[in-house]
């Protein structure tokens, strides 16, 4: 069965400093790969996805993330965080038949000045 | 081009009542789906509609139904309320069904009194 680990449930980093934000999942086949971030009140928007290719995907608002079929990871990653990064970061994988995605527990983020 | 609207925003009910929420996905888009977001349960799938036709289900209590138009547009209900049922409520509508990146709305958050 599909399933989705993100094993920091908080991480606190300062302005300007870098960001790996950690993602494992069980998977039989290629996985479909999904970051989305969520800010309070909201719902979810897309950074990124992996479909096949390349397995260094580029996203929104300058983050980035590697598909690493060896170790069943994909994590994200930014070079500098800005404040509005702050906010819930969730993990995604596409399940085996339709639109049903299994998400991880979440990453909350807080950038401190 | 408009986004994912889910209508009401906010809704206040008394358990053993039912609710009606409501799905319109982005212009174009076939599949919608939802799911409950919990702070204990996290983010979990509902169910998928596409072309009017449940496609998928996940694993919720029969209380939980939803349909779609021929218009694409989405309603779930959620009948015989109880106080764990309060929660967001996300759509997200994709083009096609399979895997494909979705699109969430800003969700409805319900409160079971």
């Known amino acids: 069965a599909q399933s989705v680990t993100q094993p920091d449930i908080h991480i606190t980093v300062s302005e300007g400093a870098s960001l790996e934000l950690r993602c494992n999942y069980s998977?039989?086949?290629?996985?479909?790969l999904f970051w989305y971030v969520q800010s309070p009140g909201q719902g979810l928007q897309l950074l990124l996805k992996y479909f096949s290719g390349d397995t260094l995907v580029q996203g929104i608002k300058g983050f980035e993330a590697e598909f690493k079929r060896s170790q069943s990871s994909f994590n994200l990653r930014k070079p500098s965080v800005h404040w509005s990064d702050a906010a819930e970061y969730f993990c995604a994988v596409g399940g085996d038949t339709g639109n049903q995605f299994y998400f991880g527990t979440g990453t909350s983020l807080t950038v401190i000045p | 081009k408009a986004g994912v609207t889910q209508t009401p925003r906010y809704l206040i009910k008394t358990r053993g009542q039912q609710v009606t929420l409501s799905c319109s996905p982005i212009?174009?888009?076939?599949?919608v789906s939802w799911y409950q977001q919990t702070p204990g349960q996290g983010l979990q799938f509902l169910f998928e509609?596409?072309?009017?036709?449940?496609?998928n289900k996940g694993n919720f209590p029969g209380r939980f139904s939803g349909r779609q138009f021929s218009n694409s547009r989405s309603e779930m209900n959620v009948s015989t309320l109880e106080l764990g049922d309060s929660a967001l409520y996300l759509c997200a509508s994709s083009l096609q069904t399979g895997s494909t990146e979705a699109f969430f709305g800003q969700g409805t958050r319900l409160t079971v009194v």
């Open positions: 509609y596409f072309s009017e036709t449940q496609r």
């Open positions: 998977y039989g086949a290629t996985p479909y």
């Open positions: 212009s174009g888009h076939r599949s």
